[in-house]
């Protein structure tokens, strides 16, 4: 395993850290298109439930917390074991709320929003004119995507949308803080990886039996998934979403930020957006060019905000 990750590393070494941040844009929002296709199939809450626990194997089989070693590393008081805690609920319910938005508004929109989280977070903790200017710009872009979609004839099925998004947004900002205080006590990703596993827990509370029983019986309007050996299908492909969404951006920023600033990787992230709704075009979402206006004033607003931040929110 460590050979295998010294010749990824090696290999991402060689490649310009743009491209690689674009590569990894392109492979997450491509699954995340792929993820809304498989909602005809099975229902966003169940999908996203497989996505955080795919990754969450994923994470413990990669990181393997019950070995004595690591053990030592995990928090010994309520209150550090409360912040691992609830960085790992964020993450849970940010990725839950993400797959509800995109199942009720363009993939492109919703990543512009979900902005709004990491931006607030700037605006709260920073000193500069950087992080006023840069939320004032996002809101315009907000309210102008918010606006122009609610005017629509899917106004309620935006509003639903706009609702998860924005909780989604402010999970993004609370992950940010609450990460940046299990990063700072040393043996992050075990903590992280601990963390997760509590958030997909108890996300398996409410959604477990659901998910398991709808991939088992395909909902009502599932075509390939009712077929004979439609649920293994499906299972495989909600695996490969959830690697290529969330386990191998994961492993790739932890390369990236070795080798650039935070300043400089947070301003690569404007992209996203832009990448985002590249990608809906393929998949049929045509955004009106309002909407192109408001994806582009977050984007400034995040290359604004975080361009002189030599320790941003991301």
Same mark, same amino acid.
């Given at each position: ?8 590393? %090696? ?29 005809? !199939? ?8 497989? +996505? ?102 899917? *106004? ?23 990460? +940046?205080?299990?990063?700072s006590r040393g043996h992050s990703l075990d903590n992280l990886c601990v963390g997760i596993a509590i958030g997909w827990a108890a996300q398996s ?36 979403? *959830? ?10 920023? !932890? ?5 650039? *600033? *935070? ?5 690569? !992230? ?38 002189? %931040? ?5």
């Open positions: 395993m460590n050979d295998v990750k010294r010749v990824i590393a %090696d290999a991402l070494g060689r490649v310009p850290v743009f491209a690689i941040v674009i590569c990894e844009a392109t492979v997450i929002y491509l699954s995340t298109a792929i993820a809304k296709v498989a909602f005809t !199939q099975l229902d966003p809450l169940y999908a996203v439930w497989y +996505r955080v626990g795919f990754m969450t194997l994923m994470m413990l089989l990669w990181r393997r917390p019950w070995r004595a070693a690591v053990r030592a590393g995990l928090p010994h008081r309520a209150r550090d074991w409360a912040v691992v805690a609830g960085c790992g609920l964020a993450v849970a319910t940010m990725n839950t709320m993400f797959y509800v938005a995109i199942s009720h508004m363009d993939m492109g929109i919703a990543v512009a929003i979900e902005f709004m989280g990491p931006l607030a977070v700037a605006v709260i903790t920073g000193r500069s004119w950087r992080e006023r200017l840069g939320i004032g710009i996002a809101a315009c872009g907000v309210v102008l995507l918010a606006g122009v979609s609610l005017t629509g004839a899917a *106004s309620a099925r935006f509003a639903v949308g706009l609702a998860a998004i924005l909780v989604g947004g402010s999970m993004w900002g609370v992950y940010i803080v609450l990460g +940046r205080r299990v990063a509370l409410i959604l477990a039996p659901g998910a398991v029983m709808h991939v088992i019986h395909p909902k009502d309007g599932a075509t390939w998934a009712a077929a004979p050996g439609g649920m293994w299908k499906l299972l495989g492909l909600l695996f490969l979403i *959830s690697m290529f969404a969330s386990f191998v951006p994961y492993l790739t920023d !932890q390369i990236v930020m070795r080798r650039t *600033s *935070s300043a400089a990787f947070s301003v690569m !992230q404007s992209i996203n957006p832009a990448v985002a709704t590249a990608i809906g075009l393929a998949f049929g979402e045509i955004p009106s060019a309002w909407e192109c206006v408001g994806v582009a004033l977050v984007i400034v607003a995040v290359v604004v905000t975080f361009s002189g %931040d030599k320790n941003p929110a991301r």
